[in-house]
């Protein structure tokens, strides 16, 4: 059970479009959802957090209109870079929790390439 | 704000020895979970041990233990009997337990296990 997936696993895009990518949590109602970035070699970041219905709350220094996430379903989150430009480039992890829980699960992750 | 600090940027260990991962944190807060994470070469997240604040015994599962000393806020991670197949990126991280908070994760570990 607890099962995260993200779509797509891997996805280039030239500079200056956009790019939509999926979090469903597959067997159990996700209330709440983050957005994480990753850096090679480095820790997760976390850029928003989701409620199922409402707006996002991004963290400090995230560009708001860049990235935008939709959390309009208690299974489904997305996150469309807006605009991409190569230092977009990044490795994408979302996660999940239910409501009134304490631990998210986890996403396999989407890189992205801008070129 | 909660902070999580990892001083270990790199560990090794003999295949079926035991390591121990080191991580403290700080916040005002005293009631909070702390967890393990470990991050493979496949970069999904996976949850290694959780342990929540108010509970003195210190969480085990199979070969992973952790060393939760509040007083230090300190919350090591020891693996017995290494195998291969832990070598991964080891991220320690700390959640308050209220409200729709945040993990906040350490800089990470990165374990290597020589065979």
């Known amino acids: 059970g607890a099962v995260v997936s993200q779509h797509p696993s891997w996805v280039i895009c030239k500079s200056g479009t956009s790019v939509k990518i999926e979090c469903r949590s597959l067997?159990?109602?996700?209330?709440?959802m983050f957005w994480y970035r990753q850096f090679p070699k480095q820790s997760l970041m976390l850029m928003a957090t989701?409620?199922?219905?409402?707006?996002?709350?991004?963290e400090q220094g995230v560009e708001k209109d860049k990235f935008l996430i939709n959390h309009a379903s208690l299974t489904l989150s997305t996150l469309t870079v807006t605009s991409a430009h190569p230092e977009d480039s990044s490795f994408y992890i979302c996660?999940?929790?239910?409501?009134?829980?304490?631990?998210?699960?986890f996403g396999p992750g989407t890189r992205l390439t801008v070129t | 704000a909660q902070t999580v600090t990892q001083s270990q940027p790199e560990m090794s260990v003999q295949e079926a020895e035991t390591v121990t991962l080191s991580c403290t944190y700080d916040?005002?807060?005293?009631?909070?979970?702390l967890f393990w994470y470990k991050q493979p070469p496949s970069r999904q997240m996976i949850l290694v041990i959780r342990?929540?604040?108010?509970?003195?015994q210190n969480a085990t599962e199979n070969r992973f233990s952790v060393n939760f000393q509040k007083a230090a806020k300190s919350f090591s991670l020891k693996i017995s009997d290494s195998q291969l197949g832990d070598a991964a990126m080891y991220f320690c991280?700390?959640?308050?337990?209220?409200?729709?908070?945040?993990?906040?994760f350490g800089t990470g570990t990165r374990l290597t296990i020589i065979p």
């Open positions: 989701s409620n199922e219905g409402s707006k996002a709350t991004y």
């Open positions: 067997d159990f109602q996700a209330t709440t």
């Open positions: 916040t005002s807060e005293s009631d909070y979970y």
């Open positions: 996660s999940a929790r239910e409501q009134q829980a304490y631990e998210q699960y």
């Open positions: 342990q929540e604040a108010y509970k003195q």
């Open positions: 991280a700390h959640q308050l337990n209220f409200g729709n908070e945040k993990l906040t």
